[in-house]
T-cell receptor, first 109, second 112 residues
Framework: KNEVEQSPQNLTAQEGEFITINCSYSVGISALHWLQQHPGGGIVSLFMLSSGKKKHGRLIATINIQEKHSSLHITASHPRDSAVYIC???????????FGAGTRLTVKP | NAGVTQTPKFQVLKTGQSMTLQCAQDMNHEYMSWYRQDPGMGLRLIHYSVGAGITDQGEVPNGYNVSRSTTEDFPLRLLSAAPSQTSVYFC???????????FGSGTRLTVV
């Protein structure tokens, strides 16, 4: 079983819809990251969080440490948001980084 | 432009050949790391470094060597390439425990 599980694997939305991607993890962590991988392959770090909630533009990330769960929300989705979104955790027991398999988001105009 | 520079972008190797993937950052980041990305498996950590002179193994270190002689550079060496090492490789850096990661643009490696 992967230490980091994401859902859904694939998500198709219409432009303007509110999007939620979920991440659950089973290890002790020092931080959780949300990454965006564009169709061209480049990876961009969206958020790093260890508690609470962070917001950047139309993106919101939340984390519940007790439940070992994080969500990434996209408000007013746009076709340019189409990408693979990856959840990753810093495993403080192994000083290691573990990744989810990613969620492929397609936003249609 | 500040960031993480990876070279080469593409490489084809024959089984048994050796090569070095280069990674350099100009942000004075302490932490640097190498990952491989395979279809259906997501990213996996190969090796990482928390500072010059310090390296450690990640999840999939076999077949790869690293060194960190300077803060800026973190090369990844394949001593004897195998087809199982066909993958896309990413280098990343960060201020340890403070900020998120900055990723390089990736190296697509094919071993035939």
């Amino acid at each position: 079983k992967n230490e980091v599980e994401q859902s859904p694997q694939n998500l198709t939305a219409q432009e303007g819809e509110f999007i939620t991607i979920n991440c659950s993890y089973s290890v002790g962590i020092s931080a959780l990251h949300w990454l965006q991988q564009h169709p061209g392959g480049g990876i961009v770090s969206l958020f790093m969080l260890s508690s609470g909630k962070k917001k950047h533009g139309r993106l919101i990330a939340t984390i519940n440490i007790q439940e070992k769960h994080s969500s990434l929300h996209i408000t007013a989705s746009h076709p340019r948001d189409s990408a693979v979104y990856i959840c990753a955790v810093d495993d403080y027991n192994n000083n290691d980084m573990r990744f989810g398999a990613g969620t492929r988001l397609t936003v249609k105009p | 432009n500040a960031g993480v520079t990876q070279t080469p972008k593409f490489q084809v190797l024959k089984t048994g050949q050796s090569m070095t993937l280069q990674c350099a950052q100009d942000m004075n980041h302490e932490y640097m790391s190498w990952y491989r990305q395979d279809p259906g498996m997501g990213l996996r950590l190969i090796h990482y470094s928390v500072g010059a002179g310090i390296t450690d193994q990640g999840e999939v270190p076999n077949g790869y060597n690293v060194s960190r002689s300077t803060t800026e550079d973190f090369p990844l060496r394949l001593l004897s390439a195998a087809p199982s090492q066909t993958s896309v490789y990413f280098c990343a850096s960060s201020y340890t425990g403070v900020h998120g990661y900055t990723f390089g643009s990736g190296t697509r490696l094919t071993v035939v």
